[in-house]
């Protein structure tokens, strides 16, 4: 009896799918912040006393294999939405699938090609357009004047990299993608060096940064490196990464008292410091565990509830009011 009751009656849970290149540091970092905010929100209770779950899938950040993945949570009538897509590129692709069907909410994925991009696609953190801005005026407050910049080839590399260069006020020496592997990485610091470049600005994610910054260690180049958040993972190699610069949207000092929570708990359950992929994946749930609260899980509703969200109804988050 209790078996048809739980078939039949009212359902138990919630469920979301969540999408990301998590064999990647940083898409491990998304995935353990997610995980936290999953089991803080069932301890609690649930939602409204239905457990929220969490299906993820790995997409390896290609844009082709997160279309199939976005298309597979389309087809599932069980979820009601979506965090994620963690990477740029694959999040632009997937879009296109969501458009008009499931709400999906970015964690950090930053293109500027995103925006407009879809009534139903959302994300947590802020444009390579504003950031680009942020780091090319960062870059003249040290005085820096001669800048190198590299990028990935890809969605979030070329806009980040176009938004800095755009706006920095020096010289910029040059500009050429790079390789994701950062093959070639001493190449580019020998340039850099050879044109007396005072910062090498670099708009990629941690492999192609950590080859890069052995490549500047190796050769005695001194210059200062500068990254956008791609950047955060390359403190895995500390005494390679000291000293390089990185604009992040999130540092575990916040001495926010909701930061310092999330810090301390994410800390007990993995034993390493969070950074700005985690809290910005634990925030993304959280959001849509609102949305859920709000609207019962109805796709469309809670599409609505999203969009509704402004400066005069934010949600607050660790890494800031969303």
């Not at 919630?14 to 912040?33: D, H, I, Q, T, V």
């Not at 993945?69 to 009538?77: G, N, P, R, T």
């Not at 950090?108 to 991009?117: K, R, V």
Request: glycine fraction near 12%; charge should be negative; proline fraction near 2%.
């Amino acid at each position: 009896m209790l078996a048809l009751a739980a078939c039949g009656g009212e359902a138990t849970e919630y469920r979301l799918g969540m999408a990301g290149p998590f064999s990647e540091g940083f898409g491990l970092a998304n995935r353990r912040g997610a995980e936290l905010a999953l089991e803080q929100i069932n301890a609690a209770g649930g939602i409204d006393g239905r457990t929220l779950h969490l299906e993820f899938r790995d997409d390896s950040g290609d844009g082709s294999k997160a279309a199939a993945i976005a298309q597979e949570f389309v087809d599932d009538a069980r979820i009601s939405g979506v965090v994620g897509h963690v990477t740029s590129g694959a999040m632009v692709a997937a879009a296109k699938v969501y458009d008009g069907q499931l709400a999906a909410l970015a964690t950090t994925a930053s293109s500027a090609e995103l925006t407009g991009i879809s009534r139903w696609a959302f994300r947590v953190i802020s444009s390579d357009s504003a950031n680009g801005v942020d780091l090319a005026r960062f870059a003249e407050r040290l005085g820096k004047r001669r800048a190198y910049v590299l990028y990935e080839n890809d969605a979030y590399g070329r806009g980040l990299a176009d938004a800095f260069r755009r706006t920095f006020k020096g010289e910029v020496l040059g500009f050429d993608p790079i390789d994701a592997e950062g093959r070639d990485a001493a190449v580019f610091v020998e340039w850099a060096a050879a044109q007396r470049a005072d910062l090498v600005f670099v708009a990629g994610t941690e492999r192609s940064g950590l080859a890069l910054l052995r490549a500047a260690r190796a050769a005695g180049f001194t210059a200062d490196f500068l990254g956008g958040d791609g950047w955060t993972g390359v403190v895995t190699d500390a005494a390679v990464a000291e000293g390089a610069l990185v604009g992040a949207p999130f540092t575990a000092r916040d001495p926010r008292p909701e930061a310092q929570r999330f810090v301390t708990a994410f800390r007990e359950k993995f034993g390493v410091e969070p950074d700005g992929n985690a809290a910005l994946a634990y925030d993304a749930v959280q959001v849509m565990a609102a949305a859920l609260r709000a609207t019962g899980g109805e796709r469309a509703a809670l599409r609505d509830w999203l969009a509704s969200r402004t400066t005069r109804s934010p949600i607050p988050g660790v890494t800031g009011s969303i």
